[in-house]
């Protein structure tokens, strides 16, 4: 390392003097430089989550951490803000075995009576506030994802016994079967025909905190699948899973219209369809503009939804709404406008009904 020479009493030698500046320029790059990248990895992975083991007694947290199912947790991480991230059908079932104290130098989670369910990722980071408006400190997080083991449920148990998980060619497909146990053997198998389907570990992929990964979904993936784990003893089987491949554009409602007359007489009954084919796991939701609206002229409006099949191994999600004029009069003469929306955007189509 270039520094500063040590002191000695030797006599200095001609020219020894003339060395000084340059030793004095090089100096504080490298050093610096070092501690600095050393600062800052320290900043980065610094934790703020641990685990109380015994009255005063705490573990700071690996990636991953087992608990036989039954023990009590609890976690703590520093700072006078913290957020929580937990599984979340504890937040669904309003759990009065989880509570969360914020505390004056920390946040306190304890989970009482674990069960296998409880499995999953628990997190939490500080929120730096100014104002009303809050954000995540990335400097300070914690992270672990905790397996609670159970002979009885080697799998984490699910509030369904069967469930729908749809193919989608741009972007990978997760058959949720994760286990308790993470050592356990799991392997995935077709109904039908009986099978078992090979995980390659480049396009088929087994992660205990996941479950099977499909990275690359095709139309042949599609069919009825469930799971199997070992772990010494009988082996387990998991609840069935539905693969449905889906094909369709991604983006606004693909809306039509449909109208049962566009010319109606008096007393008729008007009926006037919106329709949108989109993604089976995409929620669309409707809006009406009708001649007798101002007029609060009553009308029935009916929405529903189901999934179809196009073409071989193509699943879509057929949404209907229905707007229904029962006694058709003058203030109904006019354009019906509907407006179908989803999370990429909306469309609007009309259709005019006469007299």
């Known amino acids: 390392v270039i ?10 030698e001609p020219g020894e003097n003339k060395i000084k500046p340059v030793n004095k320029k090089v100096k504080p790059k490298n050093p610096r430089m070092k501690e600095r990248e050393s600062v800052d990895s320290s900043l980065k992975s610094q934790s703020i989550m641990t685990q109380m083991m015994d009255k005063g007694h705490f573990q700071k947290l690996a990636a991953t951490l087992s608990l036989a199912a039954g023990q009590s947790l609890e976690l703590r991480c520093k700072g006078s803000n913290v957020t929580w991230n937990y599984p979340s059908y504890l937040d669904t079932f309003k759990d009065s075995r989880l509570s969360i104290k914020q505390l004056d130098r920390y946040s306190q989670l304890i989970l009482a009576n674990s069960t296998a369910a409880d499995t999953g990722e628990y997190s939490c980071w500080l929120q730096l506030c100014n104002g009303n408006k809050c954000r995540k400190d990335e400097t300070k997080t914690g ?21 729908i ?26 109904e039908f025909p009986a099978e078992e389907i090979e995980t390659d570990g480049t396009d088929i992929i087994y992660d205990a905190k996941k479950g099977f990964v499909f990275q690359h ?11 199997k784990a070992e772990s010494q003893g009988a082996p387990q089987i998991s609840i069935k899973y539905h693969l449905l491949y889906v094909e369709v554009p991604k983006g606004p409602p693909s809306t039509t219209m449909a109208v049962s007359s566009s010319r109606a007489g008096l007393s008729d009954r008007v009926r006037v369809v919106c329709t949108v084919l989109g993604e089976p796991d995409v929620d669309v939701n409707f809006r009406w503009q009708y001649p007798g609206q101002e007029s609060e002229r009553p009308v029935i409006i009916q929405n529903f939804w189901r999934l179809i099949k196009r ?11 229905v707007l229904i004029v ?26 005019e009904v006469e007299l």
């Open 143 to 163: 992270s672990t994802y905790i397996f609670f083991t159970d002979k009885e449920e080697l799998f984490v148990p699910t509030p369904s016994y069967f469930e």
């Open 3 to 12: 520094g500063q020479p040590a002191k000695s009493k030797r006599p200095k």
């Open 217 to 227: 979904p095709t139309s042949d993936h599609k069919g009825i699948v469930y799971c």
């Open 311 to 321: 073409g071989i191994g193509y699943t879509t999600r057929i949404s209907k709404s």
């Open 165 to 190: 998980v749809y193919l989608n060619p741009d972007k990978p497909a997760v058959i949720p079967c994760r286990v308790t146990t993470p050592s356990a053997k799991v392997t995935l198998h077709r």
């Open 326 to 351: 029962e006694d058709f009069e003058d203030t109904d003469v006019g354009n019906y406008v509907c407006t179908a929306q989803n999370l990429q955007g909306e469309t609007t189509v009309a259709t």
